[in-house]
Every structure is written in structure tokens, then in C-alpha cells.
């Protein structure tokens, strides 16, 4: 029998040296998934049985490869949402939970809100569970996403569907109070900047977007334009150095009012809204 702080210690160490971020944190779930508790509780674990310790070297062995935590729990928590996610799907960061916020905010009973990009439903299944009066529609592209959606958004109420967000919901045009997205918005030539657990594991189509990273959010604003009724507002992430070009998409088109940026709780340019001119 091996004690429990003996294994967070050692795998701890292994994952910092693997240069993972939050090797504590990484380490301590990685351990509570594999003994089927929390981590608030593993304090009430003194021994750990070797079956166990087996699993958890193998889990932790992935982990120092880069391959992403919520993969090999197969959950991400979103805002007050649990999310089943795995190979094939863009795995929620907690940085979108600023947008899915603000989406949160506009939205009321009885109001039409449209994601598109919708990726695992993270933004979509958060805004219905937090304004459950909402009308909720979202759509996807890749197929496996797809998947991890219509899964996530099961019994939802949220209306899913499989298609490009530049033709879709041509039903709902005009009528749409609020537009989400979280396009991809990665330059291509910034391949060697995203981080492994991003770089190697999540979809590219949810990571790349053209040569300076804009191409999605050029079709966002022209799918937006046509969905929202007027006075409606969007909301859109983007990377970080993205602060001023990605309002400037919209600035240009000479169609939006409010257009402001917004910082995340680091102080980093995170995400764009604005309002459709009456």
C-alpha cells in the first residue's frame, strides 16, 4: 500500500517536470477520478490499494505526455455544468466562461440565443441551465464534435444541429436576440506558440482560422448581421493579441454599435460584443 501523499508528491514532481501547468491540481484530480471521489475529499484517503497506483501511474504517464486532464477524466465543469469531453472536441476553457457570462446576462425569458461553434454545447448548455426560459439553438461543423454535443445537450431543450454557422439557421433570420460564438481564431503561423494539450489533441478546425487568425470571426460578423434582429447583440472570444483587430471586424463593417472588448480575469483581451444599428 502506498500512502496518498507520497503518490500526489511524486506525481507532482513528474508532471512539472513535463512542464504541465497546474501539476498540484492535475495530480490531485487525476487521483481522486481513478479512487472515485473528489478532490476536496482525498484528505480522508491515507492508503492507496496497488491496483490503484497502477492506474493512476498510467493516467499520470498521459498526463505528463501532454495529453489534456479533462481527456482523461472525461469531464470538464463549465460554469454550474458538467460536460462529457474526449478526443475529437474542443475542451471548454475557463476563459469562455466570461462570454457564456455575459450571454447569461442579455438573455431572458422567452429571448431567441443562437452559439454557433458550439463545439462540446459548453456555452449553449450553460446558458439554459442558467436562464432555462431562454430559446436556445446551436450548431456544430466537425462531425466528433457533433457528437460530444448532441451527447452533452441531451434533454436540454437546446435545439442542435449539424452544420457550417455561415449558412445556418436561415429559419431564424432576423428574430435572434442574442449570437454567441467561440470561433477558432489561431493564425497558422502561430502553430509552435499553442500549447501541446491544445496544439496536438483539440480539433484544428476549432483552433486555426487563415494567416492572422480572423478568417472565422469575418464570418461570424456577416452570419450575425443576417440572424440578429436589429438593436440584437453578439459576443465573440479571441485570442489574446486579437484586442484590436477583432472589434475592428466589426468597427469596419459599419453595421454595429457598442462595440467593446473585454479583458478576462487576468487582465487579457478575451472577448468582443456589440449591437446590431436599428
Known amino acids: 500500500m ?14 512539472r517536470d513535463a512542464g504541465v501547468a497546474s501539476p498540484d491540481h492535475d495530480a490531485a484530480e487525476l487521483l481522486a477520478h481513478v479512487l472515485g471521489t473528489t478532490r476536496s475529499r482525498l484528505a480522508l484517503v491515507e492508503l492507496v490499494a496497488p491496483s490503484a497506483v497502477e492506474e493512476y501511474d498510467g493516467l499520470v504517464t498521459r498526463r505528463a505526455a501532454r495529453e489534456p486532464l479533462q481527456h482523461l477524466t472525461g469531464v470538464a465543469w463549465f460554469r454550474h455544468v458538467e460536460l462529457a469531453v474526449g478526443p475529437g472536441v474542443f475542451v ?28 462540446s454545447g459548453a ?42 454557422m455561415a449558412t445556418a439557421f436561415d429559419d431564424l433570420a432576423g428574430t435572434v436576440d442574442v449570437v454567441t460564438c467561440n470561433p477558432p481564431y489561431v493564425p497558422l503561423e502561430a502553430w509552435e506558440s ?29 452570419r450575425a448581421a443576417v440572424l440578429l434582429r436589429p438593436g ?39 472577448y468582443t460584443t456589440a449591437r446590431l444599428a436599428r
Do not use: M
Not at 2 to 15: G, N, P, Q, V, Y
Not at 196 to 213: T, V
Not at 255 to 269: K, S
Open 2 to 15: 502506498t500512502t496518498r501523499r507520497e503518490l500526489l508528491r511524486e506525481a507532482a514532481a513528474r508532471l
Open 92 to 119: 471548454p476553457r475557463p476563459e469562455t466562461e466570461l462570454l457564456a457570462g455575459w450571454a447569461v446576462e442579455q438573455a431572458g425569458d422567452g429571448c431567441v440565443v443562437v452559439d454557433l461553434c458550439t463545439g
Open 123 to 164: 456555452v449553449a448548455k450553460a446558458v439554459k441551465d442558467e436562464v432555462p426560459g431562454a430559446d436556445v439553438h446551436a450548431v456544430e461543423l466537425d462531425e466528433t464534435a457533433y457528437a460530444w454535443a448532441e451527447r452533452n445537450l441531451a434533454g436540454t431543450g437546446v435545439d442542435l444541429r449539424h452544420g457550417d
Open 194 to 222: 499553442v500549447a501541446p494539450e491544445a496544439r496536438d489533441h483539440d480539433p484544428h478546425l476549432a483552433l486555426f482560422s487563415g494567416a492572422d487568425g480572423l478568417d472565422a470571426i469575418r464570418v461570424l460578423e456577416r
Open 232 to 270: 440584437g447583440v453578439v459576443g465573440f472570444e479571441h485570442a489574446d493579441v486579437q484586442g484590436e483587430s477583432a472589434p475592428a471586424v466589426l468597427a469596419a463593417a459599419g453595421r454595429w454599435t457598442d462595440v467593446r472588448d473585454h479583458a478576462d480575469l487576468a487582465g487579457r483581451a478575451r
